[in-house]
């Protein structure tokens, strides 16, 4: 997916517009977290209101085991703030160290995790990215992302009520609601964000999801990294200090572009960690992280059929009903 520079300024800026200003600066939440028969008042943390992270695309690979792709196309972030017409916001001088080359989405298809039919269709979508053929996704093409895809939208709103959860995102107005503490139904139909149910354990949230569709430009990032309808997926958000944020910046800023969060800010950032498992696709489960800071920059909208030319020559194929609904 080879986007042409506007569309990737376009990308950029979004995440920018909302991450860089205040990100990490404390924010009052807009809707408290409620208590059922369940859980004690003590052990529910508060985890609403808006949350953010600055990286492209947006998983923080572990240190070790296994985990997410990361860009064989390498660049100096100084390079790539060039080519993108973007100014260092940070201290000092940009790193010197290559990271992803957003420019060029060419995942580790030598990744163990992978299965074999698998690498090759990740190899397949980075030579397609090199050669400047643009390579179709769920964001660029304006479908539902699912999960973990939808977890590189830069930000989240969380809204917890007694008996579920609406997570929105603010890439293209998707939103997914998590039903708490009850369990899958025996018989299911796939659906774009599948059937999330969730719990809490102490302070984490715990979600689990199955049944998740498998579209025309079904991805988990993007990379173009396929998944079968066996995908599962199992998020745990928590609250974590500023110490352990920062290892998973560190991680980040090892493989992706990011915006740089607010050095002065030592409140509460929230982490989610996620472990994805389809025995279509993978090897085994693998495990990374997202690392999120408040907010109070303004809810960005950002629709993706209003900018549909994605790459040259080629309109992005926005879903279209056959019929009407009614």
């Avoid at 506007?6 to 009052?28: E, I």
């Avoid at 990271?99 to 190899?123: C, F, H, K």
Wanted: aromatic share 10%; glycine share 8%.
């Amino acid at each position: 997916m080879t986007l042409r520079r506007r569309d990737l300024l376009l990308v950029v800026s979004l995440a920018t517009a909302v991450a860089t200003p205040v990100f990490g600066q404390a924010l009052t939440p807009t809707v408290a977290a409620v208590i059922t028969r369940e859980e004690s008042t003590a052990s529910i943390p508060d985890l609403s209101g808006t949350w953010i992270h600055g990286s492209i695309p947006g998983f923080e690979p572990l240190r070790s085991g296994p985990t997410s792709l990361v860009n064989r196309s390498r660049r100096s972030l100084a390079q790539l703030l060039r080519d993108l017409s973007i100014d260092w916001r940070g201290p000092g001088v940009p790193p010197s160290e290559n990271v992803s080359n957003i420019l060029e989405l060419v995942g580790d298809y030598t990744n163990p995790v992978l299965q074999p039919w698998a690498a090759e269709v990740v190899r397949k979508f980075g030579e397609m990215s090199l050669s400047g053929v643009g390579v179709p996704s769920p964001r660029n093409q304006c479908w539902p992302g699912g999960v973990p895809f939808v977890f590189t939208s830069g930000a989240i709103q969380i809204l917890q009520q007694p008996h579920k959860i609406a997570i929105l995102y603010n890439y293209d107005n998707q939103v997914r609601y998590v039903r708490l503490n009850q369990s899958h139904p025996v018989r299911m139909t796939p659906a774009w964000y599948g059937d999330s149910v969730g719990h809490y354990e102490g302070e984490t949230l715990v979600v689990d999801t199955v049944g998740i569709k498998v579209g025309p430009f079904a991805a988990v990032d993007w990379y173009g990294t396929p998944h079968t309808e066996a995908l599962h997926v199992v998020e745990r958000y928590r609250f974590i200090d500023y110490d352990a944020a920062k290892e998973g910046w560190e991680r980040d800023a090892k493989e992706n572009w990011r915006a740089q969060p607010a050095p002065s800010y030592r409140g509460k950032y929230l982490q989610l960690e996620f472990t994805v498992e389809d025995e279509g696709v993978f090897t085994t489960p693998w495990t990374a992280t997202v690392t999120y800071g408040r907010s109070r920059g303004d809810w960005v909208e950002s629709v993706c059929a209003e900018n549909t030319k994605w790459y040259s020559g080629k309109e992005a194929a926005v879903p279209r009903a056959d019929q009407p609904d009614f």
